[in-house]
């Protein structure tokens, strides 16, 4: 069985045969598109193809016919607009519920003096009395935020491909029953957010034509040896002989002293089975449409003003979920802080220039507190701060007292 041969597939409504985006990259040996045709394609037990065999990998273009709704369509992928849907203008805006600060876990005094006997036992080089000894004066609670969109999308391209014709029923291009509008085409969706692509073939878009490389045959003359029928032997490079473990002269196993060797890909004789239509003298050529779900996604932090020291670090830690909503499209918001609105605001018109080019199918966004306190304390008449911050009560306290001696030696 030639290794064309295109395994059967359910069909869908609407569409051709179902490709998953695994089994598409696998079609690629199979499927010649522009990025197919510079790729180096496995062909056979042993080689690749050289420059000849893909110098016209590609049909003609001006021999494919033009089909109604896909007059574009070339052998590269050709995104499509999703089409306009005109709705009403809505200039409410979306409340953004944030629960309120007294709901999220406060820090007691006890806890962080319990945190920062666990960090300074962690740390050789700090004083190990500090944490027990000093003297809590404050705590002061002031959570980040980090605000979430994402953008569930979906997006089609057409192409022109095509592959050997091995038999079987043609659904050619029919001037009285066109194909289906490339967003007419139905198809199963994926989970949201998350990403996949398909292929599916456009039904009344095939077309038979006789195999451009060449022309009709079925086979040509052989690149591989330059028609030769046989290559230079390569474990002898061919000299026929080659030496052994021991130092001396033998004969080479492999070519029988001979120097050469049949040719892997014309066995022989001197032509090759043509590689583009496996022999038949045959392709079918066809449209495809690629439909791809991509999940766009866009974050910012909202450090509190008086932690810049830790602001770096809070894109890496958890928060609390206080607020989430899910809708087809978000419109504006409107929350209690008026920094996290400006940093939803800006990121939701960012998001809004996806719809051009793919089409909007969902959208989700979310509001993480990053919980920061920031700890006063006094020990042996110094005062400082150090900062606990995430749900995993991390620390930041560069300037914390080190103990005098230090079991850290540097030789």
């Known amino acids: 069985m030639s290794w064309y041969r295109r395994a059967s597939a359910p069909c869908l409504k609407g569409g051709g045969r179902r490709r998953s985006s695994g089994a598409f990259l696998s079609a690629t040996a199979r499927r010649c598109s522009v990025a197919a045709s510079s790729a180096r394609i496995r062909s056979g037990s042993k080689g690749y193809l050289g420059e000849d065999d893909i110098e016209l990998f590609l049909p003609p273009l001006e021999e494919m016919p033009e089909v109604k709704g896909y007059e574009e369509a070339t052998f590269e992928l050709?995104?499509?607009?999703?089409?306009?849907?005109?709705?009403?203008?809505?200039?409410?805006?979306?409340?953004?519920?944030?629960?309120?600060?007294?709901?999220?876990?406060?820090?007691?005094?006890?806890?962080?003096?319990?945190?920062?006997?666990r960090y300074a036992d962690s740390k050789c080089a700090f004083d190990k009395n500090a944490p027990r000894d000093m003297d809590i004066m404050s705590i002061d609670y002031r959570p980040g935020y980090k605000y979430t969109l994402e953008s569930f999308t979906e997006m089609r391209q057409v192409s022109w491909s095509f592959e050997p014709y091995t038999g079987g029923p043609l659904d050619e291009v029919n001037e009285s029953e066109p194909p289906p509008e490339p967003w007419d085409i139905?198809?199963?969706?994926?989970?949201?957010?998350?990403?996949?692509?398909?292929?599916?073939?456009?039904?009344?878009?095939?077309?038979?034509?006789?195999?451009?490389?060449?022309?009709?045959?079925?086979?040509?003359?052989?690149?591989?040896c330059s028609a030769a029928g046989w290559e230079r032997c390569s474990l002898c490079l061919g000299d026929g002989h080659k030496l052994s473990l021991q130092g001396y002269r033998e004969r080479c196993y492999r070519c029988l002293g001979t120097g050469r060797k049949k040719?892997?890909?014309?066995?022989?004789?001197?032509?090759?089975?043509?590689?583009?239509?496996?022999?038949?003298?045959?392709?079918?050529c066809f449209i495809t449409i690629t439909i791809s779900w991509s999940n766009h996604m866009d974050s910012d932090i909202l450090e509190p003003s008086d932690a810049l020291a830790v602001s770096e670090k809070l894109e890496y830690v958890n928060g609390y979920l206080v607020f989430q909503d899910e809708k087809p499209s978000i419109p504006s918001v409107t929350f209690p802080v008026k920094d996290l609105q400006m940093i939803a605001t800006a990121i939701l018109e960012k998001h809004r220039s996806i719809s051009f080019s793919e089409k909007l199918l969902l959208?989700?966004?979310?509001?993480?507190?990053?919980?920061?306190?920031?700890?006063?304390?006094?020990?042996?008449?110094?005062q400082d701060v150090f900062f606990i911050f995430g749900t995993k009560n991390e620390v930041y306290a560069p300037d914390f007292p080190e103990s005098l001696c230090c079991c850290c030696v540097i030789s």
């Open 78 to 117: 050709c995104s499509i607009p999703p089409p306009v849907v005109l709705t009403p203008a809505d200039s409410t805006e979306e409340a953004g519920d944030l629960k309120p600060f007294t709901e999220l876990p406060r820090l007691s005094k006890g806890e962080v003096r319990s945190i920062m006997i």
């Open 186 to 224: 139905e198809c199963p969706l994926p989970k949201p957010f998350q990403v996949h692509s398909m292929t599916l073939d456009i039904p009344h878009t095939d077309v038979l034509m006789t195999c451009h490389v060449c022309g009709g045959i079925g086979s040509k003359r052989c690149t591989a």
């Open 263 to 284: 040719c892997w890909k014309c066995n022989g004789e001197t032509i090759a089975v043509c590689f583009t239509c496996s022999g038949t003298g045959q392709i079918r």
């Open 363 to 382: 959208q989700r966004h979310g509001v993480w507190a990053i919980p920061v306190n920031k700890v006063t304390y006094e020990w042996k008449l110094r």
